[in-house]
């Protein structure tokens, strides 16, 4: 049995190095941002932690967000904009 962490773990993996190897990705600029969230989401709250992300045209971080809680069964949301919502 996988725990909730391992779950979002394995499917974060795929989705940053995918990521990774994108030419059109500003991986750094994605790091920095993945790396800052979690902060964020603690000052002031999902919703404007996401509502800050869609503000900042973090497209790529939130599709990949979305796509990973989904993948882990933590929500049901399919879109960035399902998400926010």
Do not use: W
């Not at 971080?61 to 796509?67: A, I, K, P, V």
Request: proline share 2%; net charge negative; aromatic share 8%.
């Amino acid at each position: 049995m996988e725990t909730l962490s391992q779950r979002l773990a394995h499917a974060a993996f795929p989705a940053v190095k995918a990521r990774k190897d994108d030419s059109r990705c500003n991986f750094e600029q994605y790091t920095t941002f993945a790396k800052k969230f979690p902060a964020l989401i603690h000052t002031c709250g999902l919703a404007q932690a996401i509502a800050f992300a869609q503000a900042k045209k973090e497209d790529d971080y939130l599709t990949d967000l979305t796509t990973v809680l989904h993948e882990a069964r933590c929500c049901g949301a399919t879109t960035a904009e399902d998400l926010a919502d």
